[in-house]
Every structure is written in structure tokens, then in C-alpha cells.
């Protein structure tokens, strides 16, 4: 008897303390995401290149990437930092994404631009904007 009054009485503890559980639905005209069973064709990994250095054709330094920039779910531009010594006078460049490409030679590959230094140096600035967490032209 004892056994059955405390089964009970544990039934309905449980009962009056469980929440009910509503199925979740989506706002109208939303598409519900459905994580992949598989992983998609790609081609290259995003932290494969975070805050890698880019060479020129000459295996010269010009900068390494600090950010990214994507639209549509794609990146179109890379922030390259380029000149100052230990971050200090240092300049944030955009360069479009399909500049950059993956050289390989000797077992080893590393990231190349189809341009120089000097060229980079000259070009347009940009600095981060913490406020509006965007980049802005300097």
C-alpha cells in the first residue's frame, strides 16, 4: 500500500511541476532550418586563411588577412593589414576575394596576391567601426 501511495503521490508531483512543451513554429513566410546530414562541396576552410600572411608572385610578404566580408553567403572582400611593424601604423585594405589564391610548391602552400606591397600601401583605408560594427573608409 505504502508502494502505491508513494508511486502516486511521485505521479503527481511530477505532473503538477512539468512544464507543457509547445511545438515551436515559425514566423509566416519563414523558412525553417533543417541542420545537413552531409557536409556541402567546398573549397576552402574560413580559418584556413584568418590571420594568415598573403604573398606577392615573389613570395613577398604584403599583409595578412584580418577579416572578412560576406553577402549573399559568400565572401567579397578580405581585409588585408598591411604595412606598420607590430600592428602599429598599421592600414586595413579591401581586396576582393577571388584575388586571393592558394599557392602550393614543395608539400607546402600558403596564400597569393597577383600584386605587391607599394600597390597595396597606396590603396584605400578602412578602419573598424566598433558602434556600427562596420567597416568605414578612412
Known amino acids: 500500500m505504502n508502494k502505491t501511495l508513494l508511486v502516486a503521490l511521485s505521479l503527481g508531483v511530477a505532473m503538477a511541476v512539468a512544464q507543457p512543451v509547445f511545438a515551436e513554429t515559425a514566423a509566416p513566410g519563414s523558412k ?9 562541396r567546398y573549397g576552402s576552410l574560413v580559418s584556413a586563411w584568418y590571420k594568415k600572411p598573403v604573398y606577392d608572385t615573389n613570395e613577398k ?24 611593424f607590430l600592428g602599429i601604423g598599421a592600414k586595413h585594405v579591401a581586396i576582393p576575394a577571388e584575388s586571393i589564391t592558394i599557392t602550393e610548391k614543395n608539400n ?8 605587391t606591397k607599394d600597390v597595396v600601401k597606396k590603396a584605400t583605408g578602412y578602419k573598424y567601426d566598433a558602434k556600427e560594427h562596420a567597416w568605414k573608409q578612412m
Not at 525553417?32 to 556541402?40: D, F, S
Open 32 to 40: 525553417i532550418v533543417v541542420p545537413m546530414e552531409a557536409l556541402p
Open 61 to 84: 610578404k604584403v599583409g595578412v588577412i584580418t577579416d572578412m566580408l560576406f553577402s549573399g553567403g559568400e565572401i567579397n572582400a578580405v581585409m588585408l593589414d598591411v604595412g606598420g
Open 108 to 115: 607546402k602552400s600558403w596564400l597569393t596576391i597577383n600584386t
